[in-house]
């Protein structure tokens, strides 16, 4: 196995994590905080709007089973993209899409699926795509939101 890490955010994490998790390759995901700047940040301070954080889902997958440009491709497909801030009726920079790289070949294969991608949509995608910082994990009451539940989707 050869393990690697990759975030995204996408809106609501509950539902982006339950998404990755049903791909073949990965391994793990967790729900978590990150791209803001204050410390150890909670779901409430998130919410509030005034950390910048985002609400991320990091990914760890085995890199010989799914690339990491096929989960980009996924990533593509679970959201709208187009949408600055919003994700259905979750509204805030929270909410934002974007693409948070491990490394540089990572966010040259992210940057190059982007403009891919962008080919096929009318709108302008608005994802921000960089390097990732610190990764929070939520609490744990957000992990495996949907299987603890036994719901299928957010909306």
């Known amino acids: 196995m050869q393990l690697e890490k990759a975030t ?35 779901y409430q301070d998130v919410c ?8 991320a889902v990091e990914l760890t997958f085995d890199a010989d089973r799914i690339s990491y440009k096929e989960l980009v ?17 979750d509204v805030g920079s929270q909410y934002r899409s974007a693409i948070y790289c491990h490394t540089p070949g990572q966010q040259a294969a992210a940057l190059e699926s982007r403009d891919e991608a962008q080919e096929l949509l009318l709108d302008s995608i608005v994802t921000e795509i960089g390097p990732v910082e610190k990764f929070w994990p939520a609490e744990d009451y957000h992990q495996h939101y949907f299987e603890k539940r036994g719901i299928a989707v957010c909306h």
């Open 8 to 42: 995204f955010a996408a809106g609501c994490f509950w539902g982006v994590e339950h998404a990755f998790r049903q791909i073949d390759g990965v391994v793990d995901a967790r729900c978590g905080y990150t791209g803001g700047h204050c410390e150890n940040p909670t």
């Open 48 to 55: 509030s709007g005034q950390t910048g954080h985002a609400e």
């Open 73 to 89: 491709e996924a990533f593509w497909q679970m959201h709208d993209a187009t949408t600055l801030n919003r994700q259905g009726p």
